[in-house]
């Protein structure tokens, strides 16, 4: 728990979000500004920074993120259909929020693959 992390906070369910799935390592909730008719973040349940904080001992929590897409996908109903995830890391990547996330985007045809701009 890192003091002043909104996503630590609804880890802990001090603040509000709509969570879609969840277990011991992950918690999966809707995006506050969705880009598509899916936005779900899939986070862990400790807080890791971004992807240049990952060591051995946190990679059980990323390893469960990357179990639970397709749970997730499921459950949003886009396994079929498809779906991206992202993950953006530090200040060039746009990262806006400290604690590592993967936003799993879909209901929608997607257009750029790679936005570069
Ligand atoms: P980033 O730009 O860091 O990759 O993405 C942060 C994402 O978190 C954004 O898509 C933003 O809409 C979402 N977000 C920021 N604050 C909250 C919040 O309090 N609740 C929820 N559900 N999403 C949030
Ligand atoms: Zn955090």
Redesign the pocket.
Known sequence: ??EN????KI?NKEIPSTIVYEDEYVCAFKDLNPIAPVHVLVIPK???QDLEHITQDNIEYVKHIHSAFKKVSQIMGVNETGYRVICNCGEDGGQEV??LHYHLIGGKKLGNKIAHE
């Open positions: 728990m890192e992390c909104i996503f630590c880890v400790i807080h890791i400290k604690h």
